[in-house]
């Protein structure tokens, strides 16, 4: 009986020392479970690193999708103005008109009295810019040219078959005597030969000669 009871006794020992083995085998397990669950999620570390591995954009400043949202173009040039002068030729390429280009009629007219009218007419196929101001007028046998009198008129373009208009006073009511003229020279400009105009109605007795400048009627040209 004694060895019976010493036999239960061991035997239950051993039951008792394999359920402590068994167990600590599974605290074991769970240990080691719970040290390599970590291991399975990225840390928050490696993740910021991963998140700063990222490649930077290519994109330029200003590129769509850049950072920086400022422009890459160039300010644009403003396109360049024309420069004053620029042209040769003055109204859009209109040339000058010279002596040459007119056709010239001298009357005396009735009213003022000792004045003619100087009519000069475009008698070519291009308008052309007359100047109005340099008219000039002389009497041949006669020293100098008619002196300049009224306001200045103001350079125009004169059309094919228009015409222009200068009053020509030659003789003042005070003065007496003066030299017999039929014809009077005209030139546009001083620099030109002039052209050699009968004068309608005339002789002409000539002692102080003036000259106006062109007018649009004749109307303002005998005005002075």
Known sequence: MAHTARSRRTTAALAALSIGVLALTACNGDTENDVAAPGTHASPSATRADKGTDTPSSAAPGDEGGGSGKSSHSPSTPASSPKPGADDDQDGGVGMCETADLTYKVTVASRPVNHALLTAGNKGSDPCLLPANELVITIPGL????????????????????????????????????????????ALTASEDPTTVPVGDGPITVNDSQVTSFFGTAEDALTY
């Open 143 to 186: 020293d100098g040219a008619a002196e300049h009198m009224g306001p200045d008129g103001k350079d125009w373009i004169l059309k094919p078959g228009e015409s222009a208009y200068a009053g020509i006073m030659f003789s003042r009511a005070d003065t007496a005597g003066g030299k017999s003229a039929d014809k009077v020279e005209v």
